[in-house]
């Protein structure tokens, strides 16, 4: 892989996507990053950015712009996921990410990554983890050199963006750290800054195959379990 990383992201203007961008931007071996979306991020000041408004349902409009990157982030997902329909949550979180990987494959993109859950899998009875699960089975199946999931617990938010039963959670889920060890440790909150570091940071690594990334890695107090081939 290229010493100097060009990156093109979705879901940028997300929670996640924003920090994980602010942290790309500081990054002196990343040279490029491209993103992509519906409206444009303001207050992006880095000279390495550069946006292009897209229709991210409609692959024609997009595809031009992937050749020539090393790394493609995809951190697009529905910010209230009981709030969608199922058809709805489906489209946004699976299918949208499934083809823009496609297309990033097709472009000679090496790295993908790709902000999923904590539980996902094909063979789960939950539609949410069950979808997040086929999702990376299809990104499996496209064999990119380097597939980083990112599998977080709950994301805490400075901010309560969705109401009481956010509220609730980012006030006790933090108190739960404490009591959570060994195997449990993955279930620990993440706070939103530090994902998208460890998104933005792990740009660089030098792994090969498919890993799966959870709260220790995020804290950065282990090296990620790459599966190699």
Known sequence: MSKY????????????????????????????????GRRHLDGVGSKKVEQHIVDLF????????????????????????????????????????????T????????????????????????FFLRSKGELEDGLENLAFEHLSLFHPSMILTPKNRYGLSQAVVLAVWPLLGSILFGP????????VADLGAAIARNVVSSGTGTEWLEWDDFVGSRTPSVQRG
């Open 58 to 101: 409609d692959p024609e409009t997009y595809q031009t712009f992937l050749p020539g990157h090393t790394t493609a982030i995809c951190t697009l997902g529905v910010g209230e996921p009981s709030k969608a329909s199922k058809e709805q949550f489906t489209k946004i979180d699976k299918d949208v990410p499934l083809q823009f990987a």
């Open 5 to 36: 990383k060009s990156v093109v992201m979705i879901g940028a203007t997300g929670a996640v996507g924003s920090e994980a961008l602010k942290v790309l931007t500081q990054m002196g071996s990343v040279k490029r990053v491209t993103v992509l």
């Open 184 to 191: 449990m440790r993955k279930l620990r909150g993440i706070k």
């Open 103 to 126: 297309f990033c494959k097709a472009a000679g993109v090496e790295h993908f990554q790709l902000l999923s859950s904590i539980g996902a899998s094909s063979k789960s009875r939950s």
